[in-house]
């Protein structure tokens, strides 16, 4: 797998066929250069390979339900599925890329995708 440059807009790219023979996953300093490009997300290293997430906040239950779905469009659209979990009025997204035992490019494209939404 390539890593998109720092000038690259994520948002832009496409996602990149995963699996066993498309490489191993990013290593942690493939996933800290990819961190600047995603602001407020990050790794969580307690999960083998790494799980990238972020947590957002709404004014209210309405809000966080349409983001939910909004993130749920993204993840059929793109065919890569995060973890959600919700409440009232916070809701946190996680990405990791299973065919390859941790955290890929994609991960981070669709990090960026689902920062678009919330601003």
């Known amino acids: 797998m390539t890593t998109p440059t720092p ?8 996602l990149q066929r ?8 990013l290593s942690p300093a493939g996933q800290t250069a990819m961190l600047t490009q995603v602001q407020g997300w990050q790794v ?5 390979g790494g799980m990238l997430c972020k947590t957002f906040e709404f004014p209210d239950y309405a809000r966080t339900l349409g983001f ?11 065919d890569h599925h995060p973890d959600i979990a919700f409440g009232y009025n916070r809701c946190t997204v996680r990405f990791n890329t ?13 990090a960026a995708r689902v920062d678009q939404l919330f601003a």
Do not use: K
């Open 44 to 48: 969580d290293a307690s999960v083998p």
């Open 18 to 25: 995963c699996g066993h023979q498309s490489g191993p996953a």
């Open 7 to 14: 000038s690259a807009s994520l948002q832009a790219l496409h």
């Open 98 to 110: 299973h065919s390859v035992g941790g955290l890929s490019v994609n991960d981070f494209i669709c």
């Open 68 to 78: 939910v779905n909004a993130v749920a469009w993204i993840a059929i659209e793109q």
